[in-house]
């Protein structure tokens, strides 16, 4: 190899290096607009995931738990929590039958709640590495049987507290 060659090889070698920066600069880029529109979205369009009651504010108290895994229920058209039925079971049942895996992207995903509509958002939802059911902490004292005829009915306001 000559010193034409080794010239060759760092100039290829640069190239190379400059592409890797700009299309990591792009997709760099491409995220930030992404989570921009997102976030403009969301405040007109609230979305809640599992355990949320509003955007980033988790539920706390058993009451909360019960809340979210409701409205939840209601939007996918499911059954509410029976009697007996204890709020790790409850939301085992809505959150397990709303976390789908896809073949594809080889990720589980599930939807977003707009708080707007009280519908599932179509444009986004949560993607997750496992089922729901294997990642979430589910609490040892949320084990015990609910008594349903102590709940409120659920209301798109009420945080059922």
């Known amino acids: 190899m000559d010193l034409s060659d080794e010239s060759l090889a760092a100039k290829r070698a640069a190239a190379r290096e400059r592409k890797r920066k700009s299309r990591q600069k792009q997709k760099l880029k491409v995220t930030q607009e992404q989570e921009k529109r997102f976030l403009a979205y969301s405040r007109y369009n609230p979305t809640v995931g599992a355990g949320e009651l509003e955007p ?3 539920a706390r108290t058993d009451a909360e738990w019960i809340f979210c895994a409701r409205r939840f229920a209601q939007a996918a058209g499911l059954r509410d929590i029976q009697q007996g039925e204890s709020i790790n079971d409850f939301e085992r049942r809505i959150y397990g ?22 519908k599932f958002d179509q444009r986004f939802e949560t993607v997750l590495d496992q089922n729901i059911n294997d990642v979430r902490f589910f609490l040892p004292e949320h084990d015990a049987p609910i008594d349903v005829s102590a709940l409120p009915p659920i209301s798109q306001r009420s945080r059922g507290v």
Do not use: G, S
């Open 56 to 58: 980033d504010v988790f």
């Open 97 to 118: 039958n709303l976390c789908l895996y896809d073949e594809r992207a080889k990720l589980w995903v599930m939807p977003l709640l707009n708080l707007a509509t009280l």
